[in-house]
Structures are given as structure tokens and as C-alpha cells.
């Protein structure tokens, strides 16, 4: 067996000078353990584990957890197990079968609990909430596949993955050991007890808010204008891994959104019946109306990304399929193993069977009792293949930027034009309000598929794992992932339900699916805030007229500003590192390199304390005896304490950061 290199190349990050090739870790000539049983059953056992966990606490917080770097750190944690460790291919394998739980399972939570909400469960079965999310996956899998050249090896290095990043900095660590793991386990350990007391045990407040100073009463009470910035140390260190260009974006939309829109509509507006925006709370006006632009922002950043992307989808769909002729005709260059996805003629194949699934589903299982099935059930396939595709590619740029992705706001838009779509088609009664749901059931799964697929496919890029197994792969965990998923959700809402009764007095919040269902709501009382969203498009088109990202702008608007700003914060850092190396561009990259090892260190570590964390408190709910103390330090003092702590941790990440030597390789290489 061919031996392993270890640690990425110098140019893994950065764009490629012409004529270089890049050569990963694992070259495309040799052979290693990829697709072995071992990491077939680890993989499966994450997924089932993972699922269960990702769907309770997603429903219960509104919070879900990304699997990928838990699960890396569990797998190479586990390798060692083994009397052969396991090499860094398998491991990889093992991530693209259990990140599929975090997957379906963030997908459907979005959308199929809505049908409890709004008293529908009479018209559904379990047999749906399986079909819905597992359809959508192997959706997601087939519509990214044309990108992937473009995302991974096209634009390599002008992306910057910070996902990807971090979870491959767990594997290359795990396997070249040494100063690099040193390294890794180090700020793994300071990352999670940074957030284990900050999240868990409340030592300080999450949020640092002006809303808790005496002196900031007048901003906040009259002119609605109410800064916060999450103190946490995941999402402030993945602001380092993104840089400061596209979290400056970001932040300047939540600003907008938060700052300047918030105040404006309370001092201008007068909602009639004596009832004025003046009198309500600053988050409730950005719930209601700020975030809603930002939707609208969101969907045209999401056309125009697609009109970009339409020559680059023709390009590699045409290309692919030629190849796949040649092929059959025992033509052509043969592509290397590291560059080998589904043949595209099987692609094809299978999105064809996918979309006729989907409309014998609708017609005969959904839409059966409908005066117009036959046309129903067009529409609203038409209605799913359509947006799915002009979301993938937004979804999947949204990931390779920020490594955040706008699935509600995309998911609700497709609910609202779906329901327009069907009830001018003639959609009534129960069973097409089920129809709607489900098929935003599909979009918002194939959607996370593909944000969470491109990066699988990036650290394969990396790596030299094979893309057609990860992309089987991820089709297979989907059947698993969504069984499991589906009973979780038949279980919880017969235990714990959606909706106060006498039965079930403590509901499950589900914030997610309440938002659909009130979308739904909203267009058959009220209709939907159109205006709104019609700002938001504009202000995308005259940020892609300035040369702003509008994707990035938007997402910016529709994330709350404590979770923009704190990316911001990481960039800050990051910019600072490198310019504090002076004109020493090598000293810079050595900075450079060193806080994102340092910094996916913190990522790592704060996502895997946020998965045993959750199982704690099920635990505890689940026992009716608490484990952990709560500090429930959230006053004034916990949220100056807050500040101090995040200017504390940042302090860290420069310090550690320049620790870097300019003779010696930047640290991942």
C-alpha cells in the first residue's frame, strides 16, 4: 500500500499561478484504504447517532449543530482504535456518511414539523417525512454535481472554505501528529472550555448588548437602536478562517438592517389603530420588517448569482456529458481518480427519476383528492425543480464564502411562491396546504445537501479522497439519516408535540417550522409583505452595481448583527496578524497560516463541547435532575464581562498567531 503524505501543500489555499497544478495529499496515482467496511459502519453509526441528536436539539433550541467537524474529530480519535490506523481517506468517508445526519436533519426540521403545527399530521405519515427529505437529498447531490469543477478546482483559492478549512486541519493534524496536533488539541481544549462556560454553564453572557447599559437607555427605547455581538468562540474564530473581506460585506448588511432600517422604520413609521413601531421592542421591528428586506435581498442576490452561473452550468453539464459519450465510445482522455464525480449521463438519469418520484408522489399520495390533480402535481414539481436549482448554486456559494447559508429565508420564499403557484393552479383544502410544505420540504433539503456537499467536495479536493464515492456516499447515509430523522419527529411530537394542548402542555418550540407555517398563514390572511421584499432586490442590484457581493450583503440583513459582527471581529484579527508582519510577505503567510490552524482549533473544539453539551441537558431534561450548575451570570455585569472576554480571546488568537517563524513552513504544509 502506498504511504500517505502528510500535511497540505504550500498552494492548498492559495490561487494556483499559471501552468501550476495542484497536488494533494493523497496524489490521484495512488491507492489507499478509501470505501471500507470500517468506515462504512463508523460512518453509519455517526449518522444514526448524529441524526437523533442534530433533530431534538434543532427543534427544542432552534439551534442545529454542523456534523462535519465533530465527526472528524471522533473519527480520527478513533482510528487509533485500530491495530491499521485508519488513513485520512477513510476518515474522510466516514465524515461524508455521518455529516449526512446534520444534513437531512436540518432540512427537515425546517419544514416538516409545520404540518403538526398547523394540524395537518391527519394527512400525512411517516412514510412522508422520510420520502420528502430523502428525495431532496439525492436532489441536492445531482444539481450540485455540475459545479463542483468550479467551486473546488475552477476557482481554488479565491474561496475560502472556512468549514472545509477547519475540518481538514482535524484530519491533516490527526495524521502528521507532532507540533501541527500539538497545536490542534491545545486550542480544541481552549475553545471548548471557552464556550462550555460561556454557552453551557453562562459564566458570562453570550451576547454582549448596549440593550443592558444604563447610558444606552435613550438609543435603545427610543430610537430602537440596539448593537450585540455574540461572545462565543466558534463563530468569532470563523470569522478569522473567512477574512476580513467578505465578513466586512456581511457586517455592513447587518448594519444596515439593525442600525439604520431599525431605527428609520420606528421614527417614520405608524402602523395605524393608534398602534405605532415606536412602541415596540427594536428586535421585534427587525423580526417583522428589517429581516423581511433582507429576504427579498437574499432572493434576487440568489437570481443574479444564477444568471452568473448559467454559463458555467452549461459549460460543465455539456462538457460532462460529452465526456460521458466519449467514454461509452472508448474516447477521450480518462479523468484522474481525484477528479472523478457520477458520470453525467447517470446524473441525468437519476435527476429525471428523482423528479418523476416526486410528481407520482404529489399526484397519487398527496393530491389525490384534488379536483386537478394532474395539473397540481405539475405545478408543483415545476415549482420544486425550479427553485431548487436557483438556490443550489447560492446555497453552495454561501458555504464556500461564510460558511453560513440562508436556508430559511430561501426556504420560506419557496413556500410563499409555491402557495401563490398551486392556489392559482386551483390548490384547495387541507391536502394542499400539505402539498406546499412539502415541497419546501424538498428545496430546503436539497439545499442543505448541496451547502453541506461542496464542502465535503473541497476537503476531498484537498486530500485526494474520490468525489463519485463521497457523492454515493452522502446518497446512501440520506436513506438512513432520514429514516432516522423522520421517526424522531413522529416520536417527539407525540411525546413532547408542537402545539400546547392539555395533552402536551410544553410543546417543542420548533421555530423554524412555526416560521413556515406562519408564512403560509400570512398569505392566505394578510398576504406577503412584498414591498419589503421588492427593497430588499433592489438593494441587492445596486450592491452588485457597487461590486459588493449581494449575497454576502444579504445574508448580512437577514442574520442577526450578534452574529455578523462577531465574524467581523475574527477578520479584524486576521487582517491585523498579516499586517503586522510589515513588507515580510512570507512572515505574513506564516501568521496567516498559523491563526487558521489556531483558529479551526477553536471551531473544532466549540462544536464538539455544543454536541456533548446538548446531550447533557437531554439528559438532564429527560431525568428531571440537573448535572450542570447555571451561573446564569446574564445581568451587567455578565455583559461587560462578556466584552472583556471576547477582547481577551481575540488577544489570543493574535498572540498565538505570531508565533509563527518565517524560515520554517507555514503550519499546515
Known sequence: ????????????????????????????????????????????????????????????????????????????????????????LENVMIIAIGATSGIVAGGAVFVLPALYVMGLEKHTNLFQLFFIPFLGSVLGVMLLIPLRRYFVSDMHGHFPFPEATATTEVLVAGKKGGRDALVLVYTMLIGGVYDFLCVTLRAWRETFTTELIGSCSALTNKWKAVFSTSTGAAITAMGYIVGIEYCLMMAAGGILSTLVLVPLIAYFGDLGGGTKFADMAAGDIYSGYSRMIGIGAIFMAGIIAIVKFIPIIYKSTVEGLAMALKAQKGHGHKAERTDLDISMGLVVLLTLV???????????????????????????????????????????????????????????????????????????????????????????????????????????YWVGATPRRLQWANIA?????????????????????????????????????????????????????????????????????????PLAFGLGMYLPLEINFPMLVGG??????????????????????????????????????????????????????????????????????????????????????????????????
Not at 468506515?39 to 454542523?66: D, H, P, Q, R, W
Not at 408542537?498 to 400570512?522: C, D, E, R, W
Request: glycine share 10%.
Open 477 to 549: 447515509g440520506s436513506v438512513v439519516a432520514a429514516v432516522v430523522t423522520a421517526g424522531v419527529i413522529v416520536v417527539l411530537a407525540q411525546t413532547y408535540g408542537f402545539n400546547k394542548t392539555p395533552a402536551t402542555p410544553n410543546p417543542l418550540p420548533a421555530p423554524q417550522a412555526n416560521a413556515m407555517a406562519a408564512v403560509i398563514g400570512s398569505i392566505m390572511s394578510a398576504g406577503a409583505p412584498w414591498f419589503l421584499y421588492a427593497m430588499g432586490a433592489l438593494i441587492s442590484v445596486v450592491m452588485e452595481m457597487l461590486g459588493v457581493s
Open 1 to 88: 500500500m502506498a504511504q500517505e503524505h502528510l500535511g497540505l501543500p504550500e498552494n492548498a489555499r492559495r490561487p494556483l499561478n499559471p501552468g501550476e497544478k495542484y497536488v494533494p495529499i493523497v496524489p490521484a496515482a495512488q491507492e489507499v484504504p478509501e470505501l471500507t467496511w470500517r468506515a462504512v459502519i463508523l460512518g453509519l453509526v455517526m449518522c444514526v447517532i448524529f441524526s437523533g441528536a442534530i433533530t431534538y436539539l434543532t427543534l427544542k433550541t432552534g439551534n442545529g449543530l454542523e456534523a462535519a467537524i465533530p465527526i472528524s474529530i471522533l473519527a480520527v480519535g478513533l482510528s487509533f482504535a485500530f491495530k491499521r490506523h485508519s488513513t485520512i
Open 354 to 460: 428523482t423528479l418523476v418520484a416526486i410528481w407520482f408522489y404529489f399526484r397519487y399520495s398527496v393530491l389525490s383528492g384534488q379536483s386537478n390533480p394532474f395539473v397540481l402535481a405539475s405545478a408543483g414539481l415545476a415549482s420544486t425543480l425550479l427553485l431548487a436549482f436557483l438556490f443550489n448554486s447560492v446555497s453552495a456559494y454561501a458555504i464556500a464564502t461564510i460558511s453560513v447559508t440562508p436556508i430559511s429565508g430561501m426556504t420560506m420564499l419557496t413556500l410563499l411562491l409555491t402557495t401563490i403557484l398551486l392556489s392559482k393552479a386551483g390548490l384547495a383544502g387541507p391536502e394542499g396546504m400539505v402539498a406546499t410544505l412539502l415541497v419546501g420540504g424538498v428545496v430546503c433539503t436539497a439545499l442543505s445537501m448541496s451547502g453541506s456537499l461542496i464542502t465535503q467536495m473541497k476537503i476531498s
Open 572 to 669: 479584524g484579527v486576521s487582517w491585523l496578524v498579516q499586517k503586522s508582519a510589515g513588507q515580510d510577505k512570507k512572515l505574513a503567510a506564516a501568521y496567516n497560516e498559523r491563526g487558521t490552524l489556531v483558529s479551526s482549533g477553536l471551531v473544532a473544539g466549540g462544536a464538539l463541547v455544543g454536541v456533548i453539551a446538548s446531550l447533557i441537558k437531554w439528559v438532564e431534561k429527560e431525568r428531571g435532575a440537573q448535572i450542570l450548575p447555571d451561573l446564569a451570570n446574564d445581568g451587567a455585569a455578565g455583559n461587560w464581562l462578556a466584552l472583556a472576554m471576547l477582547t481577551l480571546f481575540c488577544a489570543y488568537i493574535f498572540w498565538d498567531a505570531r508565533r509563527a517563524k518565517a524560515h520554517r513552513e507555514p503550519a499546515g504544509s
